[in-house]
C-alpha cells in the first residue's frame, strides 16, 4: 500500500519568484567548456548541443532565507517488511529517505534539514535524497516546485507515479515508484514523452545522494572516466584511468582533495549499476536497464570550501557524495530525441551487504563482489520488470502539480501524455491570464506598480498577444518576452518600447536595460534605464541588485553608495547587496569601512556554487588592511594575519 502522511522537516523558506525574465542573467546555461585532446571525436558527438539561450519561461527561485522553521510537508511512502521508501510531491517528487530495515540504516543521504541554495538552472536547489534531472543540463527547473502525485492500481500492486509538464523542452516525464510486497528492491521506471512532431535534445541524470565517510567507497564496473572540474566560467572535462588519478584511488572519495565529477564509461557489454558503500561493505546499489548508460560520481574534496558547502547545504558536521545515472557519459551533453516518441527504462535501487575485505581490496574484487551481489538481488539489470501501463484498473491523482500541463492542452489542441491528466486549476492564478487569453482574446491590465506574473513563450500564446486589437502595457511587455525568448532582440526592444509609451513601468525599463547590458554590452544605456527603473518602480531586492551590479559595472561607486543609503532596512541588510556596498567602497579606498562588511560575520544566503566573489574580495581587502595597520604590504603576511575564515570560503579547486 501507498500512504501519503505528513512529514516535518526543519526547512528555510523558499520565498517570493523573481518577477524578472532572464534576459541572459543565468550566467551558469552560457558556461562555456573545454576537451582535452584525449577525448575522442565520437566521445565529443553531442558535448555542447543543445544548450540554452533563456530560462524562460520559467522565473528564477531567489528569494529563500536561512531561517530554518517546521515545514510539514506531505510525503507518499512505499513501505514493505524490507523497505521504507519517502517521496516528497511538494518538492520536485525527490525520494527523500530510503531505509534498509535488514540492514538497520538509511542508504540514502537524508539531509537534516531543507535548505535551498544557488546551485540549480533557477537558483534554488537542495541537497539530499534522489532527485530526477529531465531535459536541460543542470539540475531540474521544477526540482524545488510541485509535482502531480497519483496512485494507479495494477494488477501486480500499486504504483506511485510523480509527473509533470517540463515547459523548456516541451515534454511530460513521469518517474513511477513500485516496492513489491516481498521484495527488498524498490523499483522506478522513468519515462519522457515528447508528443510533438519536432525533435527535442534530451537530457536525463537520476542525482543520489549517498552518506561520505572516511571509508565510503564508490564502486563502478568501469576501467576509465571523464574526469571534470570547474573554473569560474567554464568546465574542464579530461579522461583518466580509474580508479587511480590524481595521485590517488579516487573510489575513496574523502581521499580526493578538491571537487570532481567522475563520469564513468562503463563498456557497452557490461552491466549498468554502481554501488557506494561503507567500511563494512553496507550502503546503496543502483543499477538500471541499459538506456541509462551513464554513471557519475560527484565529492566536494577535502578542502575548506567543499567542506563548507556540505554544510552550508545541509548542518554541521555532514558529508554527503553524490552518484548519479544518466542517457549520457556525461553532464556536458544532450541527445537528440525524436518527435513522437517515448524513452523509458526502469531503476532498480537496494541494499547491498558484501565481503567488506573484497570491497576494499583491488578494484577487479571490488567489482567481483558487488556484481555477485547485483546477481543474487536483483538478477540481470537489463531485464528489470515493472508493471505494464496495460494492466492499471484505475488512477487517483491525491495532490496536484502546476496548472501549466491544462494550459498546453488548450494550446495544443490535444492530449500532452498517453497517460496522465492535467486536469485545470480552478482559481489557478499562474496561468490565469493566459487562459483568459486563449479562451476570451483579452489580457489583463494591471497596475504598473503591480509586479509581472508568469510567463508563457509558446509560440501559440505569442501569435494570440500580436492579434490583440488593442495591446496594453502589460500585454506589449509580455510579448515583447515572447519575442527575446524566439532570438528576436530587435522585436523584444520595440515592444518594451510600446509598452513604455502605453504606460511606463519599471519592468519594461528594466528589461530593455538588460537587453542593452547582456546582449549589446551598452553598459552606459543600461544605467540610464535603470535610473529610470529605479526611480519609478518599487524598492525591491530583484530590482536593486540589478541596479547595483549595472553601476559597478559602469564605474559609478559613489552613486551606488547613495542609492544603498537610501534603501529600506531589510534591503540593507540583504547580503549581496551588502557585498555590492563593499566593492564600491574598495574601489573608492575606503578599506576599513568595507572590512566593516567583510569579515567573519558576513553571510550571502544566494552565493552560487563555482562563485568566489567573497573569497577573492577578503584577500584583496585585507591585503590593504593589513598595509593600512602595518605600513608594509606583504601579501602572505596579511593571509597569515587576517585567514579566510572557514564558513566564507566557498572555493571548489
Not at 43 to 68: C, F, S, V
Amino acid at each position: 500500500m501507498i500512504r501519503f502522511e505528513d512529514y516535518p522537516i526543519p526547512s528555510a523558506n523558499l520565498g517570493e519568484e523573481n518577477p524578472m525574465p532572464d534576459i541572459k542573467n543565468v550566467s551558469y546555461i552560457h558556461a562555456g567548456y573545454e576537451c582535452t585532446d584525449r577525448l575522442t571525436k565520437e566521445e565529443m558527438r553531442w558535448i555542447g548541443k543543445g544548450m540554452l539561450r533563456t530560462m524562460l519561461p520559467y522565473k528564477t527561485q531567489d528569494g529563500y532565507d536561512r531561517a530554518r522553521k517546521e515545514r510539514v510537508f506531505k510525503a507518499a511512502v512505499l513501505e514493505n517488511r524490507f523497505l521504507r521508501a519517502v517521496f516528497l510531491p511538494e518538492i520536485g517528487g525527490r525520494l527523500w529517505s530510503l531505509y534498509d530495515k535488514t540492514l538497520g540504516k538509511e542508504l540514502l543521504f537524508k539531509n537534516p534539514v531543507y535548505q535551498p541554495c544557488n546551485l540549480g538552472l533557477r537558483n534554488a536547489w537542495f541537497a539530499g535524497g534522489v532527485e530526477f534531472n529531465v531535459g536541460i543540463k543542470g539540475h531540474n527547473p521544477l526540482t524545488c516546485s510541485p509535482l502531480f502525485a497519483e496512485t494507479a492500481q495494477t494488477s501486480e500492486g500499486e504504483v506511485l507515479n510523480l509527473y509533470e509538464y517540463e515547459r523548456i523542452r516541451g515534454v511530460v516525464y513521469t518517474v513511477s515508484a513500485w516496492l513489491p510486497e516481498d521484495s527488498d528492491v524498490l523499483y522506478l521506471r522513468n519515462r519522457i514523452e515528447n508528443t510533438q512532431d519536432r525533435e527535442k535534445y534530451m537530457y536525463w541524470w537520476s542525482n543520489i545522494a549517498v552518506p561520505e565517510t572516511p571509508d565510503t567507497r564508490v564502486i563502478v564496473p568501469a576501467d576509465e572516466a571523464f574526469m571534470c572540474f570547474y573554473q569560474e566560467d567554464h568546465y574542464m572535462l579530461d579522461k583518466t584511468p580509474v580508479p587511480n588519478a590524481l595521485g590517488t584511488d579516487v573510489s575513496y572519495p574523502a581521499r580526493v582533495e578538491f571537487s570532481h565529477d567522475f563520469f564513468f564509461k562503463i563498456p557497452e557489454k557490461e552491466k549498468k549499476w554502481i554501488a557506494s558503500l561503507d567500511g563494512e561493505g553496507e550502503g546503496l546499489l543502483q543499477c538500471s536497464q541499459p538506456v541509462l548508460k551513464g554513471r557519475k560520481l560527484f565529492l566536494w574534496g577535502r578542502k575548506n570550501g567543499g567542506r563548507n558547502w556540505n554544510e552550508f547545504l545541509s548542518a554541521p558536521g555532514m558529508a554527503y557524495v553524490e552518484i548519479q545515472a544518466g542517457l549520457a557519459h556525461t553532464q556536458l551533453e544532450h541527445i537528440p530525441m525524436p518527435g513522437k516518441s517515448e524513452w523509458s527504462w526502469v531503476e532498480a535501487y537496494t541494499g547491498a551487504k558484501c565481503d567488506p575485505k573484497a570491497v576494499n581490496g583491488s578494484w577487479q574484487d571490488a567489482i567481483g563482489a558487488v556484481s555477485e551481489c547485483l546477481r543474487q538481488k536483483v538478477g540481470d539489470p537489463d531485464a528489470l520488470h515493472f508493471p505494464a501501463e496495460e494492466s492499471v484498473t484505475s488512477r487517483s491523482i491525491i495532490m496536484e502539480g502546476s496548472g501549466w500541463g491544462a494550459l498546453e492542452e488548450k494550446l495544443r489542441g490535444e492530449k500532452i501524455s498517453r497517460y496522465h491528466a492535467f486536469p485545470p486549476h480552478a482559481g489557478d492564478t499562474e496561468t490565469g491570464e493566459w487562459q483568459k487569453l486563449l479562451g476570451e482574446r483579452t489580457f489583463p491590465c494591471p497596475d504598473v506598480r503591480e509586479v509581472p506574473g508568469s510567463y508563457c513563450i509558446d509560440p501559440k500564446a505569442a501569435a494570440l498577444l500580436k492579434q490583440l486589437p488593442q495591446k496594453n502595457w502589460y500585454a506589449l511587455l509580455q510579448e515583447g518576452v515572447c519575442e527575446y525568448a524566439a532570438e528576436n532582440l530587435e522585436g523584444a526592444r520595440k515592444a518594451w518600447e510600446e509598452s513604455l509609451k502605453a504606460a511606463p513601468s519599471a519592468w519594461a525599463y528594466r528589461n530593455l536595460a538588460m537587453l542593452e547590458k547582456n546582449e549589446y554590452g551598452n553598459i552606459a544605456r543600461a544605467e540610464e534605464l535603470m535610473d529610470e527603473a529605479m526611480r519609478i518602480g518599487p524598492r525591491c531586492r530583484v530590482l536593486c541588485v540589478e541596479y547595483a551590479m549595472t553601476l559597478l559595472a559602469a564605474g559609478h561607486d559613489e552613486k551606488w553608495l547613495a542609492c544603498f543609503d537610501t534603501l529600506p532596512e531589510d534591503l540593507r541588510a540583504n547580503g549581496r547587496l551588502r557585498l555590492y556596498r563593499a566593492i564600491a567602497l574598495m574601489k573608492l579606498k575606503r578599506f576599513e569601512e568595507a572590512a566593516g562588511i567583510i569579515n567573519e560575520d558576513f553571510e550571502m544566503v544566494d552565493i552560487k556554487e563555482g562563485e568566489v566573489s567573497v573569497s577573492h574580495i577578503w584577500f584583496e581587502l585585507y591585503e590593504e588592511i593589513y598595509a593600512l595597520r602595518t605600513g608594509r604590504r606583504d601579501a602572505e603576511a596579511a593571509r597569515e594575519a587576517y585567514p579566510l575564515p572557514k564558513k566564507l570560503d566557498f572555493r571548489m579547486i
